[in-house]
């Protein structure tokens, strides 16, 4: 019995050495890759570590000294009313953006070079040809919209320029231009890559929209409509039956609708016929009266114009009637009340006959009857 137990001791007491010795093995690893670790750190610090930080540094430094010269050179930009001065003053704002560029790579370059780190100097070089050889297809492309940023290109700022059959004005050229029109509410925005096709010319006395805002037009159709609302996509117009119409922008453009409000005079002709009866005075009492009957009524009706002149003229000896032309002219201010004024002339001549006592006649059929 003594012997088991002895024999138990001793297996127990060579597990507890072998136990100890792992912790005291697993213990010394631990310490031992914490001190590694801790060392490479270190050395990554006051070595390549404190190079990149010389470098960055060198790179925050040009980088503000050149900000500062750029926030002088945009002030004095702006301030300049001239459009040379302006252009002048971008060339010197981009080529200043160039330089900055440059210089922050050449004090990497050296800073690198002077601190004998020649990998990361090796890797800032074939990241430079890489960059180089990826840019060198789009060389092209890049000094057709730098010509364009730097405003010496086809398109110009504040000239004006042709987009989809409308003109509009280069109010600003960047990543996304903008373009405006007086007449239209809104600004068009476009990228840069899409003004290499087009070309602009300086601002003429031509008119930039046929229409403005309160307007009255006339269709091809004699339709009459009020200009509700003009933007760079639809411009809306509304009838004198309220009825809502939709027309896109460059469509309404190149329609050619007749503006009423715009024309210094307005010309509306209407037809009346009298009967043969009264053939002895229709070329002496009759256009005279018919004259002072519209006359006094487009006067008296309110047509929110001053300038109304009304002339009578005998047109033709009809199949039953002696027929007149009646052409009115009034001020531009009255063009919403185009169509009421023919309907005012009628009433006016109707009114004129019904004093006079004189006949309206009507279209007669005449029938021959075979024998």
């Known amino acids: 019995m003594r012997e088991k137990w002895t024999r138990s001791k001793d297996d127990a007491e060579r597990q507890a050495q072998l136990a100890e010795y792992q ?181 003429s006395e031509e008119k930039w929209f046929p229409s403005s805002i309160g307007d009255w037009v006339l269709n091809d159709d004699g339709k009459l409509y009020e200009v509700v609302k003009q933007t760079p996509v639809t411009v809306e117009l509304q009838s004198a039956q309220r009825r809502t119409k939709l027309i896109p922008t460059a469509q309404y453009f190149a329609a050619g609708m007749e503006n009423l409000t715009k024309s210094k005079q307005i010309r509306i002709t209407s037809y009346f016929g009298i009967g043969y009866e009264l053939q002895n005075i229709a070329l002496t009492d009759v256009p005279d009266t018919f004259q002072t009957y519209c006359q006094t009524h487009l006067e008296e009706y309110g047509l929110g114009t001053e300038q109304i002149e009304v002339r009578v003229e005998f047109s033709k000896a009809g199949e039953s009637s002696l027929d007149y032309i009646i052409i009115a002219v009034i001020g531009a201010k009255a063009a919403k009340h185009y169509y009421r004024v023919d309907r005012i002339i009628q009433k006016a001549c109707v009114a004129a006959c019904n004093d006079k006592g004189w006949g309206i006649p009507f279209p007669q059929l005449t029938v021959h009857r075979g024998e």
């Open 23 to 203: 912790l005291n093995s697993l213990n010394g690893g631990s310490s031992q890759w914490f001190e590694k670790l801790k060392s490479a750190f270190s050395h990554f610090v006051q070595e390549r570590g404190l190079t990149l930080l010389i470098a960055l540094m060198a790179s925050m430094a040009i980088w503000f000294l050149f900000a500062g010269i750029r926030k002088i050179i945009e002030h004095r930009g702006k301030s300049s009313r001239k459009q040379a001065n302006r252009t002048t003053y971008r060339v010197i704002a981009y080529t200043q953006k160039l330089l900055t560029i440059i210089l922050i790579v050449i004090a990497i370059i050296t800073v690198f070079f002077i601190r004998g780190d020649i990998l990361l100097l090796v890797i800032t070089l074939a990241f430079l040809f890489a960059s180089a050889l990826g840019l060198r297809s789009l060389l092209p492309l890049f000094i057709a919209e730098s010509r364009l940023l730097l405003n010496i290109g086809a398109v110009r700022e504040h000239e004006q320029v042709i987009i989809d059959g409308v003109p509009w004005r280069v109010a600003a050229i960047n990543v996304y231009s903008k373009f405006v029109n007086p007449e239209i509410q809104g600004a068009l925005r476009l990228p840069l890559s899409t003004l290499k096709e087009l070309t602009s010319r300086e601002v």
